[in-house]
């Protein structure tokens, strides 16, 4: 987090390092730290943020690349997740950038687009299998829901951003989304 707010802001400072321990000790880690398979994509994100970042600036989107890449191959659920977060942080980043014109955002956009089929394509080597593998578990027949419901009241979810709330590991349904 620390490289991405020194390269986003083009300068380093002690407010950095204390934004990146507040990163690094959220809430959400701490309550998923027990199950290491969550935390290579979160110690990934502010590299993949930085490489969008680089993308509407013009420049290559190296760290996008590298770092989505590296997301999709170790865990290609939460690598659908956080390229749904890059997707909802694309208008805000392009919003953020002054005197950007539309052949910027196009261009941009392109890249974007460029590099995800590249590294859904890579992933694609171990996704494959691990689909056709899991077409032989007791799961494999599964379909997705037909109607929509939901296992929580809005209210409920607003009560998991106060302070000092515990997590809800195997406890309910409702999700781990508080601040430190």
């Not at 027990?34 to 600036?57: H, K, M």
């Not at 171990?126 to 997705?144: D, E, K």
Request: net charge positive; proline share 4%; with cysteine.
């Amino acid at each position: 987090f620390f490289l991405f707010l020194s390269k986003r802001y083009l300068k380093e400072n002690w407010m950095m390092v204390a934004f990146s321990l507040f990163y690094g000790a959220s809430s959400y880690y701490l309550a998923y730290s027990c199950n290491i398979i969550w935390n290579d994509c979160y110690a990934l994100f502010p590299l993949v943020v930085l490489g969008v970042e680089e993308l509407v600036r013009g420049k290559s989107g190296k760290w996008y690349a590298i770092a989505m890449g590296i997301c999709a191959i170790s865990n290609f659920y939460l690598a659908v997740i956080v390229g749904f977060c890059l997707i909802c942080y694309l208008p805000i980043a392009f919003c953020a950038k002054k005197g950007i014109t539309f052949r910027e955002i196009v261009i941009a956009l392109a890249r974007f687009a460029a590099i995800t089929v590249l590294y859904v394509s890579v992933a694609a080597v171990i996704m494959l299998p691990v689909y056709l593998a899991l077409q032989h578990t007791p799961s494999g027949n599964s379909t997705f829901p037909q109607e929509l419901t939901s296992n929580f009241s809005i209210l409920e979810v607003l009560e998991r951003l106060l302070i000092n709330m515990p997590s809800v590991l195997n406890k309910s349904k409702l999700p781990n989304i508080y601040s430190s």
